[in-house]
Structures are given as structure tokens and as C-alpha cells.
């Protein structure tokens, strides 16, 4: 499979993110919000942005492995933020960077949400991958 990473002229150079990825494969996987829950359910890092965002990732790459893919084949994601405020993007930095440290960065949309599913969750990623 080939990725291509764009950031066209005439558009902001991205930190953090690509613009846009083309994928030329042959499976799509889509994976529904990851939170930062563990295999019990149980909340890790309650009222941590860090520690949700790093237990959110780590329940993406574990999604991605049970599909045939890792996080080479994401071509986008979406991360919403419970009360977003420009601070925590650093967060979000930082977190990402331990996940996709040597790798082509996704496209990427940040959203910030007055809410999500259940009161203790702060953090959500969900993804799209390209497989082979």
C-alpha cells in the first residue's frame, strides 16, 4: 500500500498533522472512539487530560492490531476535548508524539466538545486506516 503526505502550497504548513494523505489500498478500517477507559471499563487518570489521551491512544493501537493494521496506516483522525482550551493542545502534543513519534503524521481534526459520552471522559480518538 502507498501513503502520500501532502501540505499544498497555498495552505498553512501544519504542526502536528498533515493536510491531506492519500491512500491507495485495499481494506478500510474504521475505528469507533477510543477513551481513556482500560479493559475493565474502568476510568484511568480521572479529571487527567494526559493520562486519558495516553490510555485513549493506547486502546487505538490495540483496535488497529485486532483489524491487521497499526497506527503506519491511519490516514486520519478525529479527537474531540471536553471544555478545549489552547493549553491543551501541549497535551495533546506531547501524547501524540509517544504514539506517532517516527512516523508521517495523519490528517487531523481537534474538536472541542462540551461533552462525551459518560462525565468522567475528557479525551476521544477515532480513526480511519488503510491496509495493504
Given at each position: 500500500m502507498a501513503l502520500q503526505?501532502?501540505?499544498?502550497?497555498?495552505?498553512?504548513?501544519?504542526?502536528?498533522?498533515?493536510?491531506?494523505?492519500?491512500?491507495d489500498g485495499k481494506r478500510i478500517v474504521a475505528v469507533a472512539g477510543q477513551v481513556g477507559v482500560d479493559a475493565q471499563g474502568v476510568i484511568v487518570g480521572a479529571g487527567d487530560l494526559e493520562a486519558q489521551a495516553t490510555q485513549?491512544?493506547?486502546?487505538?493501537?490495540?483496535a488497529l492490531t485486532a483489524a491487521g493494521a497499526g497506527l503506519s496506516d491511519i490516514i486520519a483522525v478525529t479527537v474531540y476535548i471536553v471544555n478545549f482550551k489552547p493549553a491543551d493542545r501541549q497535551i495533546l502534543n506531547k501524547?501524540?508524539?509517544?504514539?506517532?513519534?517516527?512516523?508521517?503524521?495523519?490528517?487531523?481534526?481537534?474538536?472541542?466538545?462540551?461533552?462525551?459520552?459518560s462525565e468522567e471522559y475528557l479525551f476521544e480518538i477515532e480513526a480511519t486506516a488503510v491496509v495493504g
Amino acid at each position: 500500500m502507498a501513503l502520500q503526505y501532502i501540505n499544498p502550497a497555498g495552505l498553512p504548513k501544519p504542526s502536528g498533522y498533515t493536510q491531506v494523505v492519500i491512500a491507495d489500498g485495499k481494506r478500510i478500517v474504521a475505528v469507533a472512539g477510543q477513551v481513556g477507559v482500560d479493559a475493565q471499563g474502568v476510568i484511568v487518570g480521572a479529571g487527567d487530560l494526559e493520562a486519558q489521551a495516553t490510555q485513549a491512544l493506547q486502546n487505538l493501537k490495540i483496535a488497529l492490531t485486532a483489524a491487521g493494521a497499526g497506527l503506519s496506516d491511519i490516514i486520519a483522525v478525529t479527537v474531540y476535548i471536553v471544555n478545549f482550551k489552547p493549553a491543551d493542545r501541549q497535551i495533546l502534543n506531547k501524547v501524540r508524539a509517544k504514539f506517532f513519534k517516527d512516523l508521517p503524521p495523519p490528517a487531523s481534526t481537534l474538536i472541542g466538545v462540551q461533552a462525551l459520552a459518560s462525565e468522567e471522559y475528557l479525551f476521544e480518538i477515532e480513526a480511519t486506516a488503510v491496509v495493504g
